[in-house]
């Protein structure tokens, strides 16, 4: 079984590149905030390497999207959180109106410590929010990442990747689900970006998306 990237050679240390990378350079992704909740932020994204940050019941763990981006760089985990920081410090400087970051474009919440990390930024920069999704759930890693979205609810959702309706915590599905949800619009080509759609951090309701 697969316990890492299929692309060992695109692996980085944190120390030899920028992690933080702008939502720019990903179309998907795009870089200005247009959504109400959070406008004037800009976007970054996070990208770890899959699978060796991931739970095992990760229903992509063979068909992960990583395996169609040979040329992403991920970053290894070992002296990741002060990088992180630092790059956190100077960009809230940099943009005072704010930094949105996408959790994780590759790879998931490793640790408890790692969630714990980022609870202390979102304490420590009241302009930093956060968004996205985790295969975490029921295990230590996910009930702490509840925690973190009831706690800072108007500036951290990260949703649960499974096929369910909201019941107090967010879901994103798969595209065969047929509960309450709406799909992605920016799969569908109905809006440009996530930073022009937002609704991922502006409504409770699952998102659902499309298979890749």
């Known amino acids: 079984m ?3 990237t299929i692309y060992q050679k695109s692996i980085r240390s944190p120390d030899t590149g920028t992690l933080l990378k702008k939502g720019s350079n990903n179309k998907k992704l795009g870089f200005n905030i247009k959504s109400k909740k959070w406008r ?3 976007l970054y994204s996070l990208t770890l390497v899959e699978r060796e940050t991931c739970p095992t019941s990760c229903h992509h763990w063979d068909d992960c999207y990583g395996n ?8 290894s985990t070992d002296g990741l959180e002060t990088k992180l920081e630092s790059e956190i410090e100077t960009l809230l400087e940099k943009h005072p109106k704010g930094i949105t970051i996408r959790l994780h474009v590759l790879g998931d919440f490793y640790s408890v410590d790692y969630v714990a990390f980022w609870e202390d930024m979102l304490f420590k920069h009241k302009n930093l929010t956060l968004f996205g999704y985790t295969a975490r759930y029921e295990d230590p890693i996910g009930r702490r990442i509840a925690i973190l979205n009831m706690r800072f609810n108007e500036r951290c959702v990260i949703r649960f990747s499974r096929s369910e309706e909201y019941n107090g915590f967010s879901f994103a599905a798969e595209e065969g689900f047929e509960g ?7 799969q569908t080509n109905r ?3 996530c930073a022009d759609c937002g609704l991922c951090w502006t409504t409770e309701k699952t998102v659902k998306f499309l298979s890749h």
């Not at 169609?68 to 970053?75: D, G, I, T, V």
């Not at 309450?180 to 920016?186: I, K, M, N, Q, V």
């Open 2 to 4: 697969k316990t890492s």
């Open 180 to 186: 309450a949800s709406f799909t992605c619009p920016e």
């Open 191 to 193: 809006i440009p970006s």
């Open 40 to 42: 004037g932020s800009k």
């Open 68 to 75: 169609n981006m040979p040329f992403a760089h991920r970053f």
